[in-house]
C-alpha cells in the first residue's frame, strides 16, 4: 500500500506514520485507488486522478453519503464506495470489529472490497445508492450525535455545580455501560432510566431543572424512549409519560 499526499504537511504526517508515499509511478501502476479525501474534494479528485490512474484502474471514495456519481462517468474504469463505521479522530484508531458499507456496481471489484474488509476485520454493509444519505444520517447518529448528546449531559451536570472535566469522568463509564445493555439486550431490553419505569413525575422534575434548549432535546429523546418502553408499561404510566412529554405548543390550556 502507498499513501499519496498532495500537500506537505500531508507528507510529513505519511512519514510520521510510517506509511509509504506514493510515487506518479506507483500511482500509474495501482489496481485500486482509495480516496481518503473530504467529501467535497472527491470529484474534483476523481477527475484529477482519472488522468493518472492506469487504464482498468479501480477508484474508491470512502464517502458515507455520497453515491458512485460523485466520482464522475463510469468510463471503463471501476468504481465503488468503501465506508467504514468507525469514529476515527485519530490515526491508531482500530478498525477491527466495525462495519464497513460496499458499493461498486463491478463485480470483480466488489471482490476485491470484500477481501479489503475481511483482511480489515470488518462487517459488510450493502446500502443502496438512492439510500445513502439516509444511511449516513444513521451513521452520525450513532457517532457524532452521540458526541453532541454527551455535551449536553455535562452541561446539565454543570447545572449541578459539577466541573465538565469531572461530568465527562462520571458519564463515560454510565455511557459505556448503556452500550454494553443494548448489546446484551437489545434496543428496548436496555432502555433504563424513569422511562423505563414509568416515572413521570421524576420526568416532569427533569424537565423543570434543565436549560431550555436541553430541556427540548431530552424531550424529544424520552419521547423516543417511550415507544421503546411502552409496550411493557401500563396504559396509565403510558398516558402520563406522554402527557409530561407532549410539546409546549400542542397541549391545550384552558381558558
Known amino acids: 500500500m502507498r499513501v499519496l499526499s498532495r500537500t506537505e504537511a500531508g507528507r510529513a504526517r505519511v512519514k510520521a506514520l ?9 500511482v500509474r501502476q495501482a489496481r485500486v485507488c ?17 488522468g493518472q490512474l492506469g487504464r482498468g484502474a479501480a477508484l474508491v471514495h470512502c464517502a458515507g453519503a455520497l453515491s458512485l456519481d460523485a466520482l464522475g462517468a463510469p468510463r471503463a474504469r471501476p468504481l465503488g464506495s468503501f465506508h467504514p463505521l468507525c469514529a476515527v479522530s485519530d490515526p491508531r484508531d482500530a478498525l ?7 458499493s461498486t456496481r463491478s463485480r470483480t471489484l ?6 479489503m474488509a475481511d483482511d480489515l476485520g470488518l462487517h459488510v454493509l450493502e446500502v ?14 450513532s457517532a457524532g450525535c ?21 461530568a465527562l469522568t462520571a458519564l463515560l463509564p454510565l455511557t459505556r455501560s448503556a ?43 424520552s419521547q423516543r424512549a417511550l415507544v421503546l418502553a411502552g409496550p ?4 396509565e404510566a403510558r398516558t402520563a409519560l406522554a402527557a409530561r412529554l407532549a410539546s409546549p405548543g400542542s397541549v391545550k390550556r384552558p381558558a
Do not use: F, W
Not at 232 to 235: D, T
Open 18 to 26: 510510517g506509511l509509504k508515499p506514493a510515487t506518479d509511478k506507483d
Open 128 to 141: 443502496p445508492e438512492s439510500q445513502r444519505a439516509a444511511y449516513h444520517a444513521g451513521a452520525v447518529l
Open 179 to 221: 452500550v454494553r445493555g443494548m448489546e446484551a439486550r437489545g434496543l428496548a431490553g436496555g432502555l433504563t432510566g424513569p422511562i423505563a419505569r414509568g416515572d413521570a413525575e421524576i420526568v416532569a422534575r427533569h424537565l423543570a431543572a434543565l436549560p431550555p434548549d436541553i430541556a427540548e432535546l431530552y424531550r424529544q429523546l
Open 110 to 115: 466488489k471482490a476485491v472490497l470484500r477481501r
Open 146 to 166: 452521540v458526541v453532541a448528546l454527551l455535551s449536553a449531559a455535562v452541561e446539565a451536570l454543570g447545572c449541578a455545580g459539577i466541573s465538565p472535566s469531572e
Open 34 to 50: 482509495l480516496l481518503c479525501v473530504p467529501d467535497p474534494a472527491i470529484p474534483g479528485m476523481a477527475q484529477e486522478l482519472d
Open 96 to 102: 477491527a470489529g466495525h462495519s464497513v458499507a460496499l
Open 232 to 235: 411493557r408499561l401500563p396504559e
